[in-house]
């Protein structure tokens, strides 16, 4: 090993060098141009101004700013062309530290969801997977149940046996869908465990028109999810009852601005650039949109102010501030 020392500039990782300021050197062709210019006027100005001879006095004074005035001028015009480069050589420096930034905040969101979608997968594998068995289950309870009843039937003769028409849909001799559990099922299950959220779930989904509710709002879910967006994860403002019923009654525009309370930028931003890119997503958020302010209309007719402050909290009401918010509807 030598006695000498490590040149500590060849020794900056340089991974940092774009960020690093730039070394401008002391002495540049811009200072000697400006020093050859004065070295040249101040010859012209001893030939012809010095030499001759001045009177003293004032004339001594008007040949000193005569000679010394454009030497003056030069050197101003030479610093103000050398602050001019610096400026430049610092915005482009800037601007590549900018680009640098974003292309790794870029790489970083798509590794991150990348990261997400197999836990996503997973998630909703297991899900499908219980709900599976629970309704593998009421199908054996139903077919244990079927012959007994056809049986009380047949005993019970025709004298005061109600007859249905043939035709008739499930929906229309299915028992109402009560709000509690309309609310839940727009909120879907919180794990698999939650055999009260796949109850409601699946009572839910005899009702054909919230059962086209659910889909479309699953299908903006798992869009969203594809982007690393969550609905657990958004913390909105909550709108007040009155604010859902104006919007119910048809409403636009800033009067319902407060159900756009969605602030996360990075989820607001993502979401609006899928739905310019994606034509898939938008048509799903078009879809959703809709399917959201056909049930609001109906539901709050027969809701309590407690009830639609419930419905305001559901991962399907967040989705709708979301999507609102990007496509406008609040603006």
């Not at 005035?69 to 482009?92: C, G, Q, Y």
């Not at 997977?129 to 009843?149: G, H, V």
């Not at 525009?253 to 899928?274: H, N, P, W, Y």
């Not at 938008?282 to 102010?305: K, P, Q, T, W, Y």
């Amino acid at each position: 090993m030598s006695g000498s020392k490590p040149d500590p500039e060849s020794e900056r990782p340089t991974s940092l060098g774009i960020y690093d300021r730039p070394r401008v050197p002391s002495v540049t062709g811009i200072e000697i141009a400006a020093l050859v210019l004065s070295l040249i006027w101040l010859v012209v100005s001893v030939v012809f101004l010095v030499m001759p001879g001045q009177e003293q006095g004032s004339g001594l004074i008007v040949t000193f700013l005569a000679v010394f005035m454009p030497v003056a001028m030069i050197w101003v015009a030479a610093m103000a062309m050398r602050a001019s480069r610096i400026m430049r050589e610092e915005s482009a420096r800037l601007q590549t530290a900018i680009d640098a930034i974003r292309n790794t905040y870029v790489i970083q969101q798509q590794r991150a969801a990348s990261t997400y979608e197999p836990t996503v997968s997973k998630k909703l594998d297991e899900i499908a997977q219980t709900a599976k068995k629970t309704e593998d289950a009421l199908a054996t309870f139903s077919s244990k149940r079927s012959a007994p009843a056809r049986v009380a039937l047949q005993q019970a003769g025709t004298g005061d046996q109600t007859s249905l028409e043939l035709g008739t849909p499930a929906e229309e001799i299915a028992p109402p869908l009560t709000t509690d559990v309309f609310v839940k099922a727009l909120n879907f299950p919180e794990t698999q465990d939650d055999t009260e959220g796949f109850d409601a779930l699946r009572v839910a989904l005899k009702d054909r028109k919230t059962a086209q509710l659910v889909q479309a709002s699953q299908d903006v879910l798992t869009l969203l999810s594809q982007e690393g967006i969550y609905m657990d994860d958004l913390r909105p403002d909550m709108a007040r009852p009155e604010v859902w019923r104006q919007f119910a009654q048809g409403a636009r525009g800033k009067t319902v601005a407060a159900l756009g309370g969605i602030r996360d930028r990075s989820s607001l931003a993502l979401t609006a650039a899928r739905m310019k890119q994606d034509p898939i997503f938008r048509d799903a958020a078009h879809h959703f949109l809709r399917r959201f302010d056909n049930m609001i209309v109906e539901f709050d007719s027969i809701a309590s102010d407690a009830e639609l402050t419930a419905l305001g909290e559901t991962r399907t009401a967040r989705a709708f501030m979301l999507l609102g918010r990007v496509a406008g509807t609040f603006d």
